[in-house]
């Protein structure tokens, strides 16, 4: 399991690359792992500012939707349009082509809350 070092890690399986005051977010391999074939991704907060913890969008598969949640308070800035045509980038490369917004946030005390390679995969491995 892919579980770069570079990234940061929420307890709801998402990777968030911060650039500046920019934050690229993805589900991780984990989390496409676990929901299986990925149909369609499901961004309705293009240009809206959503507080950390709140629902930014949604990712069908085709047992199961599941809620995406906001790692950081920020302005949805960019949504990753391939993702309306290539869903399934999301499922064959979770950490490139598969992300799926960029926020930009001015909260860094937000940061700490985020959790390390190491400490993410300790969550997943329970």
């Avoid at 949640?69 to 999301?90: A, R």
């Avoid at 946030?105 to 969550?123: G, I, P, V």
């Amino acid at each position: 399991m892919n579980i770069p070092v570079e990234l940061k890690y929420t307890k709801d399986h998402e990777w968030i690359k911060i650039e500046g005051n920019i934050a690229t977010v993805g589900i991780t391999d984990f989390a496409q792992g676990e929901l299986g074939d990925i149909v369609y991704v499901d961004v309705d907060t293009l240009d809206d500012t959503v507080e950390e913890g709140e629902v930014f969008g949604s990712v069908e598969a085709v047992k199961t939707v599941s809620d995406l949640f906001m790692p950081l308070t920020g302005e949805v800035v960019e949504f990753n349009e391939e993702l309306e045509d290539e869903p399934e980038l999301v499922n064959t490369d979770p950490y490139g082509k598969g992300w799926m917004i960029k926020i930009e946030f001015s909260e860094n005390s937000q940061l700490e809350s985020l959790l390390d390679a190491e400490a993410y995969q300790n969550l997943i491995k329970g």
